[in-house]
């Protein structure tokens, strides 16, 4: 089984709003990823976790907070967004880092 | 500067007819390499993947691709196109960062187009 589970699927938010992505595995995999996609494009790496523990951040705006309560769960809060940060937002989990990753569905994400 | 070029944006083949679709990577060490599928809406999907070994990898869905060392080429075929195989095709290569860890870098995808 190489299921990611990813909620919401769908997601619409105000500026002013918080909000949270959750992403879960139960592959017993120990690195773990966030990423954005916009339209026609690549996805973008966001954030790593490795072990539970933050290993890569993309200089990514503080409006984003990533979260790895456990080695299963990845969250990713939001708040304060733009309307450019409306896109895709995509979890993978892989074994170890630079291993296979495997992707969730995506929560597809518009800020108004 | 590591890197992974799709030369093809966009493809559009007849259904039945066969397909190669290309991808050309810049890595120093030997590159763990992989192609995912994305439909529309949809997360990427692993079709296939090159660590080590024999240079002609089977996937799913009937695609295979070939590790060529000298061409730093890395390209994905399938002898007969279905029209559901429609989609986004992504090549990437994974990236040692020292102390870090690893993350995909990916090519800018080749959209395929299938015809009746």
């Known amino acids: 089984d190489t299921e990611v589970t990813q909620t919401p699927k769908h997601l619409v938010m105000g500026m002013t709003n918080k909000k949270s992505l959750k992403c879960e595995q139960h592959?017993?995999?120990?690195?773990m990823y966030w990423y954005k996609q916009k339209a026609k494009k690549p996805p973008e790496l966001m954030f790593v976790?490795?072990?539970?523990?933050?290993?890569i951040n993309e200089s990514v705006p503080s409006r984003f907070s990533p979260e790895c309560p456990n080695s299963s769960l990845l969250n990713l809060h939001l708040h304060a967004l733009q309307p450019e940060d409306s896109a895709l937002y995509l979890c993978?989990?892989?074994?170890?880092?630079?291993?296979?990753?495997?992707f969730g569905p995506g929560t597809r994400l518009l800020v108004l | 500067a590591q890197s992974v070029t799709q030369p093809d944006i966009h493809i559009t083949v007849s259904e039945g007819a066969s397909l190669e679709l290309r991808c050309n990577y810049s890595?120093?060490?030997?590159?763990?390499l992989f192609w995912y599928v994305q439909s529309p809406g949809q997360g990427l999907q692993l079709l296939l993947k090159?660590?080590?070994?024999?240079?002609l990898v089977q996937g799913i869905k009937g695609f295979e691709a070939e590790f060529k060392r000298s061409q730093s080429s890395f390209n994905l075929r399938k002898p007969s196109v279905h029209w559901s195989d429609a989609a986004e095709y992504f090549c990437a290569v994974a990236l040692s960062v020292y102390n870090q860890g690893g993350k995909l870098i990916f090519g800018q995808g080749t959209e395929l187009s299938v015809k009746p």
């Open positions: 993978a989990s892989s074994r170890l880092s630079m291993e296979t990753q495997y």
């Open positions: 976790y490795s072990y539970e523990k933050l290993s």
């Open positions: 090159y660590f080590s070994g024999d240079t």
């Open positions: 592959m017993g995999h120990r690195a």
């Open positions: 890595y120093g060490a030997t590159p763990y």
